[in-house]
T-cell receptor, first 113, second 111 residues
Framework: GENVEQHPSTLSVQEGDSAVIKCTYS??????FPWYKQELGKGPQLIID?????GEKKDQRIAVTLNKTAKHFSLHITETQPEDSAVYFC????????????FGDGTTLTVKP | EAGVTQSPTHLIKTRGQQATLRCSPI?????VYWYQQALGLGLQFLLW???????NRGNFPPRFSGRQFPNYSSELNVNALELEDSALYLC??????????FGEGSWLTVV
């Protein structure tokens, strides 16, 4: 089955700095890669996703890059703000079913004012 | 548009009892997924229901079960509760197995 590894497990940055979270996956059949943000006591919220036919996708301060050859993808957050503090999960799934995603273990991002 | 709703928000049960958690998907979504998130851990896939049928289950014992109703809402049942079942149970829904949207979760505490 699919195995997703996520690094780092914790990340602390100063407000205004950039944050990068990296994930690797093992199953070459995976071609849908969403990222979720989970605030304390809440369910995960989809913040950005990318499909394998695209190498990069950007949405305001958030971008995701995908390297299918190397089987890794990354989340980039620029100009971080305290409200970006949360746990971020990456996931990988076959296009046939996004709900059967395999999730990384999460990265706790702390943005210090 | 209403998102995925789950109830109850919190539930406390005694070891050996049964717990029932409920989920209403986003209107128009036909697939419902259940995940377990133990404290400090990642999300573990539990069950997938689509069009009223169980389509797949994760690596969990049979005492984790559920069903999907004709209106696409779903319930998760956990029998013979064990202490390690204490976790946040998340429901998610999707249309045609596309992007999934999570609810806020139900906290289950087993004492």
């Amino acid at each position: 089955g699919e195995n997703v590894e996520q690094h780092p497990s914790t990340l602390s940055v100063q407000e205004g700095d950039s944050a990068v979270i990296k994930c690797t996956y093992s199953d070459s059949a995976s071609n849908y890669f969403p990222w979720y943000k989970q605030e304390l006591g809440k369910g995960p919220q989809l913040i950005i996703d990318i499909r394998s036919n695209v190498g990069e996708k950007k949405d305001q301060r958030i971008a995701v890059t995908l390297n299918k050859t190397a089987k890794h993808f990354s989340l980039h957050i620029t100009e971080t703000q305290p409200e970006d503090s949360a746990v971020y999960f990456c996931a990988a799934s076959p296009n046939t079913n996004a709900g059967k995603s395999t999730f990384g273990d999460g990265t706790t991002l702390t943005v210090k004012p | 548009e209403a998102g995925v709703t789950q109830s109850p928000t919190h539930l406390i049960k005694t070891r050996g009892q049964q717990a029932t958690l409920r989920c209403s998907p986003i209107s128009g979504h036909t697939s419902v997924y259940w995940y377990q998130q133990a404290l400090g851990l990642g999300l573990q896939f539990l069950l997938w229901y689509d069009e009223g049928e169980e389509r797949n289950r994760g690596n969990f014992p049979p005492r984790f079960s559920g069903r999907q109703f004709p209106n696409y809402s779903s319930e998760l049942n956990v029998n013979a509760l064990e202490l390690e079942d204490s976790a946040l149970y998340l429901c998610a829904s999707s249309l045609a197995r596309n992007t999934i949207y999570f609810g806020e979760g139900s906290w289950l505490t087993v004492v």
